[in-house]
């Protein structure tokens, strides 16, 4: 894939998105959302892109794989992100700990992130490049908590 912003062109290649599940076996429980937590007009995901700069410590170690095994560790203490949201009575959000694992995709972008300078300002087509929505996660109830890409940059 392709795209520009001002005169940046990169190609993003993605693998196939995986659940990764709590390393360790968690509690089977529904958990009522607070009421602040709650509001209809809080119902939707909410983007959110960070960057950061390789450690040379970690020379030599695959950062998805880092990345993949930390985020099942944390689910065994966190485990109600690897559930579902549902709606029980009155429409009341709970979240059921399935421990069915949140959506991981890994991803390489040819592009170096000082090229991209403040071309990743809100609205650009870059932004949409490199925040990838996987088709039938971008729903509240019986989706995925949580939705996170590994993008390495060349």
Same mark, same amino acid.
């Not at 659940?19 to 909410?46: N, Y």
């Given at each position: 894939m392709s795209t520009s912003s001002s005169s940046i062109?990169?190609?993003?290649?993605? $693998?196939?998105? @995986?659940?990764?599940?709590?390393?360790? #076996?968690? #509690?089977?429980?529904?958990?009522?959302?607070? =009421? +602040?937590? =709650? $509001? !209809?007009?809080?119902?939707? $995901?909410?983007?959110? +892109?960070?960057f &950061?700069? *390789?450690? #040379? *410590?970690m020379d030599g170690e695959d950062p998805v794989s880092v990345i993949r095994e930390a985020l099942a560790k944390a689910l *065994?203490?966190? &485990?109600?992100?690897?559930?579902?949201?549902?709606?029980?009575?009155?429409? @009341?959000? %709970?979240?059921?700990?399935?421990?069915?694992?949140? %959506?991981?995709?890994?991803?390489?972008? !040819?592009?170096?992130?000082? $090229?991209?300078?403040d071309a990743i300002l809100p609205g650009c087509p870059v932004l949409k490049e490199l925040l990838h929505d996987v088709p039938g996660s971008d729903g509240i109830l019986g989706c995925p908590l949580l939705l996170l890409q590994v993008e390495l940059a060349t």
């Open positions: 062109w990169f190609t993003v290649t993605r $693998q196939e998105p @995986k659940l990764v599940v709590p390393a360790e #076996p968690t #509690p089977r429980e529904l958990k009522q959302l607070s =009421d +602040i937590d =709650d $509001q !209809e007009g809080l119902r939707f $995901q909410l983007p959110t +892109i960070m &950061y700069e *390789s450690n #040379p *410590s *065994s203490f966190y &485990y109600p992100f690897a559930g579902r949201l549902v709606e029980g009575p009155n429409r @009341k959000l %709970l979240v059921d700990c399935t421990s069915e694992g949140v %959506l991981f995709v890994e991803a390489d972008a !040819e592009v170096e992130l000082n $090229q991209l300078g």
